[in-house]
């Protein structure tokens, strides 16, 4: 049973219907007369990611799947909002061209779900990495927060920042010398799935989005911009090194007004030999500043920053 998806701006009337509850159905079916939907690969609360065949081209691809009903529900903006605000995300990061990026090779819709196709190579998530392996060696945690500032770094550039980087939008595969690389995802679109502030809390104050990788500002609800990629950066990065994030409580309230409020916990205090290496600390120091303006302004001074911090730590190391 074929499923017809035209572009942006035709959406087809579909015999069938995306349910975002029971994605599974997807399987078998074909998108943009084009893409067969294979397995799911992973679930989630408001899109899935299913790996699928590019029949055109014959070459396996990763497609993730958004529900229209579910972000209408989620952020309370109107359709025709979203489909905008997703077209310009999707084809601002189709042209990125940053080894340090995995960009997407086309985008679509249909009535009842947004699509982004990206191509399928070998690898892992660095959620599903760390949750593996826990803690990171520093050296390679510093270098993976090196790949991920310098694919924001082409982004921002475009005038475009991320806003919502972490560790499930990072992808850690191999160059061509089989050298582990990290790979970010999903610049831009992955903001379509943010709950706006103020954030609607349940009885037991938990919110609707992750707070975990939030900056002061967004937990706020006020504005924010590249200065943000930055903090959640520093987040990813203490996480890699420490095996945590900073805050972990029962409540996401607690959660965000941690970020608000409280510095986070020295890394030293987690790994002691950390300590020693200064030009580490102060890009952790600097990344997770509750003032945006006293965070870097730039990706390119993070790179240096982080890029310090390697030589010294191998000095410290050796």
């Not at 229209?68 to 309370?76: E, F, K, N, V």
């Not at 982004?116 to 660095?126: E, R, S, T, W």
Request: glycine content about 6%; aromatic content about 8%; some cysteine.
């Amino acid at each position: 049973m074929a499923l017809s998806v035209q572009r942006m701006s035709t959406p087809a009337s579909l015999p069938f219907r995306y349910d975002y509850l029971a994605p599974q159905a997807l399987v078998g079916h074909v998108v943009a007369e084009r893409y067969l939907i294979r397995r799911l690969a992973k679930r989630g609360s408001v899109g899935s990611v299913f790996e699928a065949l590019d029949t055109r081209e014959n070459r396996p691809v990763a497609i993730k799947v958004i529900s229209i009903s579910a972000l209408t529900r989620r952020t309370g903006q109107h359709i025709a909002d979203i489909v905008e605000q997703f077209e310009t995300a999707a084809a601002h990061s189709r042209r990125l061209e940053s080894e340090f990026t995995v960009p997407i090779t086309d985008f679509g819709r249909t009535t009842s779900f947004l699509f982004i196709v990206v191509d399928l190579v070998p690898g892992i998530n660095l959620k599903d990495l760390l949750a593996r392996e826990g803690r990171l060696d520093p050296l390679r945690a510093m270098r993976f927060a090196m790949h991920a500032a310098a694919s924001l770094e082409e982004s921002h550039n475009q005038g475009w920042y991320h806003g919502d980087l972490r560790p499930s939008n990072i992808f850690i595969a191999r160059d061509a010398q089989g050298s582990e690389m990290a790979r970010v995802l999903d610049h831009g679109t992955a903001r379509l799935q943010a709950v706006p502030l103020p954030i609607q809390l349940t009885a037991s104050g938990r919110a609707a989005g992750l707070p975990d990788y939030m900056s002061p500002e967004q937990c706020r609800g006020g504005e924010f911009d590249r200065r943000t990629d930055f903090y959640s950066l520093g987040i990813v990065l203490y996480e890699m090194l420490s095996g945590t994030v900073p805050y972990r409580g029962r409540s996401q309230l607690w959660v965000m007004q941690q970020h608000i409020t409280s510095p986070p916990p020295f890394i030293g205090e987690v790994s002691p030999r950390l300590a020693r290496v200064s030009h580490l600390v102060a890009v952790l120091d600097t990344c997770l500043a509750k003032a945006p303006e006293l965070r870097p302004a730039h990706a390119r001074k993070l790179v240096t920053l982080l890029d310090l911090a390697v030589a010294e730590y191998l000095q410290t190391r050796g």
